[in-house]
């Protein structure tokens, strides 16, 4: 057997982020009568969330902007977005999005099956995730996953992100892993398989999103369950 060791990303690979930040956020937006207040249509409101979200998180994987900076702007910057310049209610909504979103727990099809599966073969099964530390352990333990892991990574660990070599040169270290026999699996092109090939280590592409990226030799799947067919 080829691999001994397998790291999976943690968000929308596993845990499925974009579903619990969506219900999170409705609950949040209802509860503070944002649309009676302020005219705010929710799905417009979550689609420039997401929009803004998103961007923060590039310039943080890509080390333009720390965690501090995202976590003040990307709910300011959506209000602004629709003409409300409010910190303290984007401050609300950070605090208690980061605070609700644990309670929701929704995982990627396929999650625990692929995971007993793995079990049932004898992997040795990792997170390495760009998420923050207490954020991250609560999403593990409150879906129930805890059992499945034997080593958690979380950026905040390290101080870098994936794609950065440091985060990966990290897990295989706490997890006594050689990267010849390690592979990760995650559904983030830059973060997750460049950062992989850039670091030499194996990656099976979650393509979550159908991108259908092309690359010669790559590895793609894209259901959960399709990863039995390389491990």
Do not use: C
């Amino acid at each position: 057997m080829k691999f001994r060791h397998i790291f999976f990303d943690l968000d929308n690979t596993l845990w499925d982020h974009r579903k619990n930040a969506y219900l999170t956020l409705k609950d949040l937006f209802n509860r503070k009568e944002i649309n009676s207040l302020y005219g705010i249509d929710f799905e417009e409101f979550h689609n420039k969330y997401d929009e803004i979200n998103e961007r923060l998180w590039e310039q943080i994987r890509d080390g333009e902007i720390d965690k501090e900076y995202l976590r003040q702007h990307r709910f300011y910057d959506t209000f602004l977005f629709f003409g409300v310049d409010n910190t303290e209610l984007a401050e609300h909504f950070e605090i208690n999005f980061l605070d609700e979103i644990v309670g929701y727990n929704e995982l990627v099809d396929g999650t625990k099956e692929v995971l007993d599966y793995l079990k049932d073969k004898n992997y040795n099964i990792h997170i390495i995730s760009n998420g923050f530390y207490d954020v991250t352990h609560r999403k593990i333990k409150g879906s129930g996953l805890t059992p499945y892991f034997e080593t958690i990574t979380s950026a905040d660990d390290v101080g870098v992100r994936k794609p950065n070599p440091k985060i990966f040169e990290f897990a295989l270290g706490k997890a006594n892993a050689q990267k010849e026999e390690s592979i990760l699996i995650g559904d983030d092109w830059i973060a997750d398989v460049k950062g992989s090939q850039g670091f030499g280590m194996d990656v099976i592409f979650f393509d979550a999103l159908k991108e259908d990226k092309q690359e010669e030799k790559l590895k793609s799947v894209k259901h959960l369950l399709d990863i039995k067919s390389f491990l």
